[in-house]
C-alpha cells in the first residue's frame, strides 16, 4: 500500500526495475504511452450524456478507475525520469492558472483566459 506520491514513485520505480524496463522508459516513450492510457480513459465517456458520464454503474467506475491508475502511473515515471516534482510543479501552475483566471472575471464561465486578458496577465 502507498499513502503518498513519494511511496508510489518507489514502487513504480520497484516494478520498472524488477522487470528491466528502463531501458523502454524514455520520456519520449513515456509521454506516448501516457497519452494512449488518457485515450483509453476517454473512450469510457465516450457518447455519455453529463448525467451518464456522472452516475456510473460499478462496472464503468471500476474500469475508469483503473485507466485513471494508468495514466497516474505512467506520468509518475515519467516525472522521475525527468526529476520533475509532480506536486512542486502543480503548485505551480495552479499558482500561475490562479492570475491567468481571476474569480471575478471567469466565475460561471469557461472562456480560455484570453478572452478576458488583464493587465496582470498580459
Known amino acids: 500500500s502507498v499513502d503518498s506520491l513519494t511511496e508510489l514513485t518507489a514502487a513504480v520505480c520497484k516494478f520498472t ?3 528491466d ?3 523502454f522508459h524514455s520520456p519520449k516513450n513515456l509521454s506516448m504511452a501516457l497519452i494512449v492510457e488518457a485515450a483509453e480513459l ?3 465517456f465516450q457518447w455519455l450524456s453529463r448525467q451518464e458520464s456522472d452516475t456510473l454503474n460499478k462496472e464503468q467506475h471500476e474500469a475508469v478507475s483503473m485507466e485513471m491508475a494508468d495514466v497516474l502511473i ?3 515515471r515519467m516525472a522521475e525520469r525527468l526529476d520533475i516534482d509532480l506536486l512542486e510543479a502543480a503548485q505551480t501552475k495552479l499558482e500561475i492558472n490562479n492570475k491567468k483566471y481571476p474569480v471575478e472575471q471567469v466565475k460561471g ?3 480560455k483566459y484570453t478572452r478576458y486578458q488583464t493587465k496582470q496577465t498580459e
Open 17 to 19: 526495475e524488477q522487470r
Open 21 to 23: 524496463w528502463d531501458q
Open 42 to 44: 476517454v473512450e469510457h
Open 74 to 76: 505512467y506520468l509518475v
Open 109 to 111: 464561465r469557461s472562456d
